[in-house]
């Protein structure tokens, strides 16, 4: 079992920057594929990034490409997304998960993610 706390979270200015954090419980940390979702007002949740387990590969959403950056401290069990250029449509909350073993869900499927954490809302204003 895996448990997951985001933190960073907050208001910031078009433009500006911020770091995420989601910390994990549970030995097993380095074995997950780790991503980032997003999930605007009326909206499902959208992979914005993910990480092997080793931190050798790494996955983009489009529409963050160039902008944001994930990383992961195994040794901490830790997961980080920095955020930079921010616009005001990246406004949601922010979700890290956990990705099943050998599930056959797509990267991108949120059905694919054993584990989240409760989330922590991004606000960019214009």
């Known amino acids: 079992q895996v448990q997951l706390v985001e933190s960073g979270g907050g208001l910031v200015q078009a433009g500006g920057s911020l770091r995420l954090s989601c910390a994990a419980s549970?030995?097993?940390?380095?074995?997950?594929?780790m991503g980032w979702f997003q999930q605007a007002p009326g909206k499902g949740r959208e992979l914005v990034a993910a990480i092997s387990s080793s931190g050798g590969r790494t996955y983009y959403g489009d529409s963050v490409k160039g902008r944001f950056t994930i990383s992961r401290d195994n040794a901490k069990n830790t997961v980080f997304l920095q955020m930079d250029s921010l616009k005001p449509e990246d406004t949601a909350v922010y979700y890290c998960?956990?990705?099943?073993?050998?599930?056959?869900?797509?990267?991108?499927?949120?059905?694919?993610?054993?584990?989240w954490g409760q989330g922590t809302q991004v606000t960019v204003s214009s």
């Open positions: 549970g030995r097993t940390f380095s074995s997950y594929t």
């Open positions: 998960a956990g990705r099943w073993y050998g599930t056959t869900f797509s990267l991108s499927h949120p059905l694919g993610y054993a584990y």
